[in-house]
C-alpha cells in the first residue's frame, strides 16, 4: 500500500505539486495520461499538499499510519527446549569466533538452567534439558 | 531541533490524581529523535505511572497513542482523537504541543510531561547541544557561525567577559567561552576585523521582548499570494 494516497476526487492540478515545500511530488504527462508522482525519502510528512488540495482527495492518513515495510528475512534459531527465538542464524555466524562459548540454541533460561545443573551435577552435565522441543 | 526532558514521575502523578482515564500521547517531531516524548517514551511512561505508589485511590487507566506533530492545529483536528471517556491527557510534546493540543481538546485538561529546554543540535549521536535562542535578528554572519547569544552564558556581543579562562566559560567551566570560539573561527577565516567592529545596544523586541511573535507566510495552503 502506498503511503501517498489520493481518492477518486482527485483532478490532477498539481496544486499539492506546485506546493510541496520538499519537493516530494512530482507528475509526468505521457501520451494521453497525467501521472502524479512521490518520493517518500524526500516527503517531510508536513502536510502541506493535504492542506492546499482544493477537492480533499489526499488521504493523509496513508502518511501518518500505514503498514510496516518487509526488510530482510534470516533464518532463526529458537532455543531447543521452549522454541524462544534466540538469535539468527546470520549473527551466530558472525559472532561465534568471539565468543565462548559459542552461540547455541538455548534461551537464557535454559542456558542458566543448566548451567545451574552442571554446577550441582557434574557428572550429568549437559543431560538435565531432556525436554527436547518438538519440531 | 526543539530538545526536552522528561519531568520527574512525582511530579506527573499528582496532575493525574482522580482522573480515570488518561491518554498518553507521545509526538512524532523533535522529541521522538531526541529520545524524550516519541511513541517508546510514551509507552514507558506510562507502564511507569501506572503504579498503585503513585496513585493509591486507584491507578487510572492509561491509553497510549502518538501523532505525527502536536503542534499543528489542523492535523489535531482531523486525526487526534482522544478515546471514550479520557478525562485527561498527558502530552510528551514540547510546550507548543501541550498548548496546541490543550486548544484542540479543551475542555479536556493536558498535562505536560516534559519539561521542553532548548533549541539545539545533535554534536554527536545523543548528545544536543544548545545552538540557538530565536531571538529574531540572527548575528551569525558576524560571528564566525557561533552564536554569542545561545552559547555566551551572559549572553555578550562584542567579546568575551574577564572571566574567559582559557577557553573556557566562568560560568560553567565544562563550557567552552563562546567568543573563545568566535576568535578562534574568525582567525580561521581570516576575518578577525569583524570583531573590531561594535554591535550597538540590542533591539530585543524581534527576540520575543514585544510579546508573542507570529509569523504567516504568503501562499501557504491556499493562502493569498505565490508560495513558489
Redesign the interface.
Known amino acids: 500500500m502506498a503511503y501517498f494516497q489520493v481518492n477518486d476526487r482527485c483532478t490532477g492540478c498539481l496544486a499539492c505539486v ?2 510541496c515545500p520538499a519537493s516530494a511530488l512530482d507528475y509526468r504527462d505521457e501520451g494521453p495520461q497525467r501521472t502524479l508522482l512521490h518520493n517518500m525519502t524526500r516527503c517531510a ?1 508536513c ?2 499538499c493535504w ?2 488540495c ?1 477537492r480533499d482527495a489526499i488521504e ?2 496513508y ?2 499510519r500505514n503498514r510496516w515495510d518487509e526488510v530482510v528475512t534470516l533464518e532463526l534459531v529458537r532455543c531447543r527446549v521452549c522454541g524462544e527465538p534466540v538469535h539468527t542464524t546470520r549473527l551466530a555466524e558472525a559472532v561465534d569466533d568471539r565468543l565462548e562459548p559459542l552461540a547455541e540454541d538455548l534461551c537464557a533460561r535454559h542456558r542458566s538452567q543448566r548451567a545451574s545443573l552442571a554446577v550441582a551435577y557434574p557428572l550429568a552435565a549437559g543431560k538435565g534439558l531432556k525436554r527436547e522441543r518438538a519440531s | 531541533m526543539i530538545v526536552a526532558d522528561s519531568k520527574p514521575l512525582v511530579e506527573i502523578a499528582p496532575l493525574l490524581a482522580g482522573s480515570r482515564r488518561v491518554l498518553v500521547l507521545g509526538c512524532g517531531g523533535c522529541v521522538t529523535v531526541c529520545r524524550s516524548g516519541g511513541l517508546a517514551e510514551a509507552r514507558e511512561l506510562a507502564r511507569r505511572l501506572a503504579h498503585p505508589e503513585f496513585f493509591p485511590a486507584g491507578v487510572p487507566e492509561f491509553r497510549v497513542d502518538a ?2 506533530r502536536q503542534c ?1 492545529r ?2 489535531l483536528d ?2 487526534l482523537e482522544a478515546p471514550p471517556e479520557t478525562d485527561a491527557v498527558l502530552s510528551l510534546a514540547c510546550g507548543v504541543g501541550v498548548q496546541m493540543v490543550s486548544d484542540a481538546l479543551e475542555p479536556l485538561p493536558v498535562f505536560p510531561a516534559l519539561n521542553t529546554t532548548f533549541m539545539g543540535g545533535a554534536d554527536e549521536a545523543g548528545l544536543w547541544r544548545e545552538k540557538c535562542r530565536g531571538c529574531g535578528d540572527c548575528v551569525l554572519a558576524y560571528t564566525g557561525g557561533i552564536c554569542p547569544i545561545a552559547r555566551c552564558a551572559k549572553k555578550l556581543l562584542n567579546g568575551p567577559c574577564g572571566g574567559t579562562s582559557n577557553g573556557s566559560c566562568e560560568v560553567d567551566s565544562t563550557q567552552p567561552c563562546a567568543w573563545a570560539l568566535i576568535y578562534y573561527r574568525l582567525r580561521k577565516q581570516d576575518k578577525l576585523h569583524l570583531l573590531e567592529e561594535i554591535f550597538p545596544t540590542r533591539d530585543w523586541r524581534p527576540g520575543g521582548g514585544s510579546g508573542p511573535r507570529v509569523r504567516r507566510r504568503a ?4 493562502g493569498p499570494g505565490d ?2
Do not use: H, S, W
Open positions: 506546485r506546493n510528512r502536510g502541506t492542506r492546499v482544493p493523509f492518513q502518511l501518518l | 501523532i505525527e499543528e489542523d492535523l482531523a486525526y501562499g501557504v495552503a491556499g508560495f513558489r
